[in-house]
């Protein structure tokens, strides 16, 4: 990679600026990150351009340094970013500034289905305004910076369907006012932070990507009315707490490798709709608890070792249309379970119907005793290794600095942004479709069971979102028929990895792959009680 030097430019006003860009590049460094590689040459700005307001002007620097990162953009949306006019640049909105002082400032992007091919640059944490930030079905690829810690109005993040890797990046903790959160379909690996179901979120989209370990105690803490989590390796048993989830409308944990009895907590989710641990080692029989749930539309827990017979109240339950209990040991069901709009009874030990295990395959299993609850959580049926494992430690993010601050002569903005109604769970159990920016809608039917496959489609866009306040420019619109360049041949990733989209340019970070990633914890600050200042002058108070 060719190295840039740092010329001090005129830009740089003063010491603490200075410093402050040093102090960002020794940390970055250090952490196997190289902010200003593509951005150097952005921070000289035109002294010919003139800004309406100081926030405008952060924005121009902040999109300009993301845009020098970008090696590939297919449908050529950041083409019109050129000039000191950001809120007409393509997928970036503009708004009033939540201080009341009439300034417009950048409070949302889009870049959805972009199909772009880059990182996320140092310099977005600029964008002290920001409350919508939505990069679905792109090529992004290595880590979160930590600048977003300036983000504090955010309230709504989508970075599903890229490339990011590493631990989960702690730094989404640390935004006070997000609540909808989806990194789905990424390559995001180990352990889910205790952190995450203590913060105030609705909805948590997490699977398909490659997190380990059992889920944490408090996984139950959370109020969610959305959790998935499916298409990871999640092992261990659902926790008790899971019945403290109140709010919860959609509980999805299926294709994981769950290893224990459905616990008896689950009953006290009275508002759940849809309920699917399929593709997991469940074991036991079905609470008969489930059948108190009269909300519950769609049921599954196919491809399990579930056992015995189904309680009656449950296939009349007066709300449920789908029930997939195939692929497990159950002996006996109701009449009323064979009358529902969907369900699928079969490889199941059902005797007189036709394609069900073999007498003996089910008397291997049903030989075996299940005893629930005089047996720890996760390990029923499994004989205890000679000698016990050392537990893991829990993972634990350590609190962050504060985020760089501005020189003393201003100060970012003090008024929140009042946030948006969060965004309702998405369309109920059905696997998002390819994205395609041009593909017309389709109609709406019941939708298929998923499949135990560790690999589901790409997610779409966020569905149903809040509607944004009316912008200054037009909104996103991808019209572009620029063809892509010629394909590659990628190296095919491993079985359990999520699918990839279809390759249509050169691989992102194609340069050098990035570096592991650090333990989930902040840098430390030289000096925490005098914060250094960002790049450029903050919106007036």
Not at 235 to 249: D, K
Not at 302 to 327: K, T
Not at 420 to 448: M, T
Not at 478 to 484: A, E, F
């Amino acid at each position: 990679m060719k190295t840039k030097v740092l010329h001090h430019s005129p830009q740089i006003s003063n010491f603490k600026t200075f410093s402050f860009l040093l102090f960002s590049l020794i940390i970055s460094v250090s952490n196997g990150e190289f902010p200003f590689s593509n951005a150097i040459d952005s921070l000289s700005i035109d002294p010919s351009l003139n800004f309406e307001n100081s926030r405008i002007k952060n924005a121009y620097i902040a999109l300009q340094s993301w845009k020098h990162s970008i090696i590939s953009d297919p449908y050529n949306l950041t083409l019109n970013w050129i000039g000191s006019n950001v809120c007409n640049y393509t997928g970036v909105f503009c708004f009033d500034a939540p201080d009341g002082s009439g300034e417009r400032t950048v409070g949302s992007i889009d870049l959805n289905h972009g199909d772009i091919a880059g990182n996320l640059v140092h310099e977005l944490g600029l964008l002290y305004d920001i409350a919508v930030f939505h990069l679905n079905s792109n090529r992004f690829c290595g880590k979160i910076p930590k600048s977003i810690l300036n983000w504090k109005l955010l309230y709504e993040l989508d970075l599903s369907n890229n490339r990011f890797a590493g631990e989960f990046p702690c730094v989404l903790l640390r935004l006070p006012k997000l609540t909808y959160l989806d990194i789905r379909f990424n390559e995001f690996e180990g352990k889910l932070p205790e952190e995450l179901f203590e913060k105030q979120l609705d909805a948590i989209f997490v699977n398909s990507n490659r997190f380990s370990s059992s889920l944490p105690e408090n996984f139950g803490n959370s109020p969610v009315s959305v959790v998935v989590l499916a298409n990871n390796k999640f092992e261990g048993c659902i926790p008790s707490s899971v019945g403290n989830m109140s709010r919860i409308n959609e509980l999805n944990l299926m294709n994981n490798k769950l290893e224990s009895c459905l616990p008896s907590e689950i009953r006290r989710l009275k508002n759940l709709t849809v309920l699917d641990v399929s593709g997991n080692k469940m074991i036991g029989t079905l609470p008969e608890s489930i059948g108190e749930m009269e909300n519950l539309e769609v049921l599954s827990v196919h491809h399990n070792l579930l056992r015995d017979e189904i309680s009656h109240g449950i296939c009349e339950l007066p709300n449920l249309v789908r029930f997939d209990y195939d692929h497990n040991y159950f002996l006996k069901d109701k009449a009323t379970c064979l009358t529902l709009p969907a369900f699928d009874d079969k490889m199941n030990c059902f005797r007189g119907r036709t394609q069900q295990r073999t007498e003996l395959e089910c008397k291997r299993l049903l030989s075996r005793k299940v005893n629930c609850s005089s047996s720890n959580c996760g390990h029923v049926m499994v004989p205890p290794p000679a000698v016990p494992p050392k537990a893991p430690p829990p993972v634990y993010c350590v609190p962050s600095p504060p985020p760089p601050v501005l020189p003393s002569n201003s100060s970012p903005p003090l008024s929140p942004l009042k946030p948006l109604p969060p965004p309702p769970p998405p369309p109920r159990n059905s696997p998002p479709p390819k994205p395609q920016p041009h593909s017309p809608p389709q109609p709406p039917k019941l939708p298929p069971k998923p499949q135990p496959q560790p690999h589901s489609p790409p997610p779409p866009v966020s569905p149903h979102l809040p509607p944004l306040p009316q912008p200054h420019s037009p909104p996103p619109s991808i019209t572009q028929h620029s063809p892509p360049p010629p394909p590659i041949v990628p190296s095919l990733p491993p079985t359990s990895s999520p699918p990839l989209p279809p390759p249509k340019s050169p691989p992102p970070c194609a340069e050098k792959p990035p570096p592991p990633p650090p333990p989930c914890h902040e840098p430390q600050l030289l000096n925490q009680s005098s914060p250094l200042p960002f790049l450029s002058t903050p919106p007036p108070q």
